[in-house]
């Protein structure tokens, strides 16, 4: 089984810049989620897709963060205009169906994006 | 106060040894305890899982956790230098769209 890709592994940007993230979920997973990730902190939410509907995204800056997901498979995590605590890992993940305690996620390794 | 307490770390210790990791927690909702191992600029992948209290082993790992004091462990037996990583608890509740919220993950260094 194929995991969750993402890409690019790695982004750096001006504060101020625009960035956009890909992901693309585990065959037939209905649920996708976008975490972000500071160094030295665990993962924190920002939004839940339930096929191409947002679920959650009560943690999500919308001032400044926008995602979607088209046809309910990829996703797409943009940031404009991008400041200095933005520098994270962002981690995209997916599982089969609602409610991640029941199935766990399964992560993709994340975008690295540094904001100078 | 954080949904979810864990110690960072880091902690090292030789190898052979037995590794205790810990995590507390405030939301008695929680039902369903994960233990994720994410090693080094890769994402974390699900080690160990537990619904409501009790104990699960899998191989050199248990998972325990006591809902009474909103605690749980993960022990790791005959560590490895493999076993070098960031470890994160996350815990959800029962509803259909509950998420997982994560501890800040601790830093084992396992030394030869």
């Known amino acids: 089984e194929a995991g969750v890709a993402q890409s690019p592994r790695y982004k750096i940007i001006e504060k101020r810049q625009s960035v956009a993230f890909w992901c693309n979920p585990i065959?037939?997973?209905?649920?996708l989620y976008w975490y972000q990730q500071i160094l030295g902190q665990g993962p924190k939410l920002l939004i839940q897709?339930?096929?191409?509907?947002?679920?959650?995204d009560s943690q999500l800056p919308k001032d400044r963060f926008s995602a979607e997901r088209l046809k309910g498979v990829d996703s797409t995590l943009k940031i404009q205009p991008a400041k200095l605590e933005d520098s994270a890992v962002y981690l995209c993940a997916s599982s089969p169906a609602v409610g991640g305690g029941l199935y766990g996620y399964t992560f993709g390794s994340g975008t690295r994006l540094t904001v100078v | 106060q954080k949904e979810v307490e864990q110690d960072p770390g880091p902690l090292s210790v030789p190898e052979g040894a037995i590794v205790s990791l810990n995590c507390t927690y405030s939301?008695?909702?929680?039902?369903?305890f994960m233990w994720y191992r994410q090693y080094s600029r890769k994402g974390p992948e699900l080690l160990m899982y537990t619904y409501s209290s009790g104990n699960k082993e899998d191989g050199r790992f248990t998972a325990q956790v006591d809902k009474s004091s909103k605690y749980i462990s993960l022990f790791i037996r005959d560590s490895q230098p493999s076993d070098s990583a960031t470890y994160l608890c996350?815990?959800?509740?029962?509803?259909?769209?509950?998420?997982?919220?994560f501890g800040a993950g601790t830093r084992l260094a396992v030394h030869p």
């Open positions: 065959s037939g997973h209905a649920t």
């Open positions: 939301n008695s909702a929680f039902q369903y």
């Open positions: 996350a815990m959800s509740g029962s509803g259909g769209y509950n998420k997982l919220i």
């Open positions: 897709f339930q096929n191409n509907g947002v679920v959650d």
